[in-house]
């Protein structure tokens, strides 16, 4: 943990058509593909997964594309032989949980910028080998974490860089979404495969799946951008045996906002992500019903003037261009097209590999914090300091 050399607000050479290799075609992983061949200033040129099957399937879908020279890889070592190709200059990952840091790790090592579907990694150590290897090679790791794209959560971080919230005090954020069925499902129906959800989850007391609720909380109070986690306290809720935990977790930062996150997945409970900001001036809330109350306006209102007046741009234009090209999810509109957007100009990325980092270790933080009955646990600084270095969010031009 001795590296020299940071990468916040790391500015790598433009390159004007991104070449990428994907990694995973499971479920999201083929769905992500449908997205990326429609990009513009893309090429995608190979695409690699453990079962033959689901190259079939995304053999199928690019066939009669302007992408159908792109190489098929099939085997359980094979990633690493698309790590190795010269001509990739961005891998995305979309296998399992456990898999994300080692291929992270391989890819950048082998010159590779990275694309990493959330968790970035299930351990501390495991997210410092993957910041130490970002700042050895001056790779970007980007965690995609789409809600952040959220355009409710966009609104909230204008507002509140704007100072209409005031001084913020508290937030939350969750993952509930009722996966039972899913869960338990097999794999032809819609299952994950070889159950590795399932197998990770079961009796896991802490929150294996915190980024969701966290990453559009930690840009809206400018984490590592002048804030920084400093500790949490977590617990599991009460389960039947053998099911997925339920666990609620709180955390406080260097300047005393709390945060609370919540993971439930095994209950009715209606989807949720919370998205709750308490400011000294105002209140926003997505869920269940999306409400602002401000000073000047006691009484809480429906949300949906606000978005429209307060509309962060990145809604206005990419997710407009979203709807218009009939994207069916604009979050992953926006974010797909930020990523690709700012690796063609040679920007900082939205979201960096202390993100990614700062949001993941929660997962191993929580649990132990769990298991000694909601003690308190350090959060790491991975930027060793420098949190301070850079004066606030912000979606770089």
């Given at each position: 943990?001795?590296?020299?050399?940071?990468?916040?607000?790391?500015?790598?050479?433009?390159?004007p058509?991104?070449?990428?290799?994907?990694?995973?075609?499971?479920?999201?992983?083929?769905?992500?593909?449908?997205?990326?061949?429609?990009?513009?200033?893309?090429?995608?040129?190979?695409?690699?997964?453990?079962?033959?099957?689901?190259?079939?399937?995304?053999?199928?879908?690019?066939?009669?594309?302007?992408?159908?020279?792109?190489?098929?890889?099939?085997?359980?070592?094979?990633?690493?032989?698309?790590?190795?190709?010269?001509?990739?200059?961005?891998i995305?990952?979309?296998?399992?949980?456990?898999?994300?840091?080692?291929?992270?790790?391989?890819?950048?090592?082998?010159?590779?910028?990275?694309?990493?579907?959330?968790?970035?990694?299930?351990?501390?150590?495991?997210?410092?080998?993957?910041?130490?290897?970002?700042?050895?090679?001056?790779?970007?790791?980007?965690?995609?974490?789409?809600?952040?794209?959220?355009?409710?959560?966009?609104?909230?971080?204008?507002?509140?860089?704007?100072?209409?919230l005031?001084?913020?005090?508290?937030?939350?954020?969750?993952?509930?979404?009722?996966?039972?069925?899913?869960?338990?499902?097999?794999?032809?129906?819609?299952?994950?495969?070889?159950?590795?959800?399932?197998?990770?989850?079961?009796?896991?007391?802490?929150?294996?799946?915190?980024?969701?609720?966290?990453?559009p909380?930690?840009?809206?109070?400018?984490?590592?951008?002048?804030?920084?986690?400093?500790?949490?306290?977590?617990?599991?809720?009460k389960?039947?045996?053998?099911?997925?935990?339920?666990?609620?977790?709180?955390?406080?930062?260097?300047?005393?906002?709390?945060?609370?996150?919540?993971?439930?997945?095994?209950?009715?409970?209606?989807?949720?992500?919370?998205?709750?900001t308490?400011?000294?001036?105002?209140?926003?809330?997505?869920?269940?019903?999306?409400?602002?109350?401000?000073?000047?306006?006691?009484?809480?209102?429906?949300?949906?003037?606000?978005?429209?007046?307060?509309?962060?741009?990145?809604?206005?234009?990419?997710?407009?261009?979203?709807?218009?090209?009939?994207?069916?999810?604009?979050?992953?509109?926006?974010?797909?097209?930020?990523?690709?957007?700012?690796?063609?100009?040679?920007?900082?990325?939205?979201?960096?590999?202390?993100?990614?980092?700062?949001?993941?270790?929660?997962?191993?933080?929580?649990?132990?914090?769990?298991?000694?009955?909601?003690?308190?646990?350090?959060?790491?600084?991975?930027?060793?300091?420098?949190?301070?270095?850079i004066?606030?969010?912000?979606?770089?031009k």
């Open positions: 943990m001795n590296s020299i050399n940071h990468v916040l607000n790391l500015r790598c050479d433009a390159i058509e991104v070449r990428m290799a994907f990694i995973g075609m499971g479920n999201r992983g083929l769905a992500t593909l449908k997205r990326y061949m429609i990009q513009n200033g893309v090429k995608i040129t190979a695409i690699c997964d453990l079962n033959p099957d689901n190259i079939s399937k995304a053999h199928e879908v690019i066939s009669n594309s302007v992408h159908s020279n792109c190489k098929m890889f099939t085997g359980d070592e094979d990633w690493r032989k698309v790590c190795r190709i010269p001509d990739i200059d961005l995305y990952i979309c296998t399992d949980w456990n898999t994300h840091a080692s291929m992270a790790i391989e890819a950048m090592e082998q010159g590779k910028h990275v694309a990493v579907e959330v968790p970035l990694a299930m351990t501390v150590e495991d997210c410092w080998n993957i910041v130490e290897t970002a700042e050895q090679t001056q790779r970007h790791c980007f965690m995609l974490e789409n809600c952040c794209y959220d355009p409710f959560a966009l609104m909230t971080l204008r507002m509140a860089q704007s100072g209409m005031g001084d913020i005090t508290h937030c939350e954020g969750a993952y509930i979404h009722d996966l039972r069925e899913r869960y338990h499902a097999d794999t032809a129906n819609g299952g994950y495969f070889n159950g590795w959800m399932a197998e990770y989850c079961q009796g896991f007391q802490g929150n294996p799946y915190p980024t969701h609720g966290l990453g909380i930690a840009q809206l109070l400018n984490i590592h951008r002048g804030d920084r986690l400093k500790y949490l306290v977590s617990m599991p809720g389960t039947e045996k053998g099911s997925p935990m339920i666990n609620n977790t709180l955390i406080r930062t260097e300047k005393g906002v709390s945060i609370l996150l919540q993971y439930d997945v095994f209950t009715p409970r209606p989807y949720s992500r919370l998205q709750t308490c400011g000294t001036k105002g209140f926003t809330q997505k869920y269940p019903v999306p409400c602002v109350c401000l000073d000047e306006m006691p009484e809480e209102k429906n949300a949906d003037f606000f978005l429209k007046k307060y509309q962060h741009p990145l809604s206005a234009t990419l997710g407009e261009e979203g709807k218009a090209a009939g994207a069916t999810n604009e979050m992953n509109y926006i974010m797909d097209r930020r990523l690709i957007y700012c690796l063609r100009n040679g920007l900082p990325l939205d979201m960096d590999v202390y993100d990614a980092a700062e949001w993941s270790c929660i997962t191993q933080l929580s649990a132990q914090s769990a298991a000694l009955g909601g003690q308190p646990i350090e959060i790491p600084d991975f930027t060793r300091g420098r949190w301070q270095l004066p606030g969010f912000q979606f770089h």
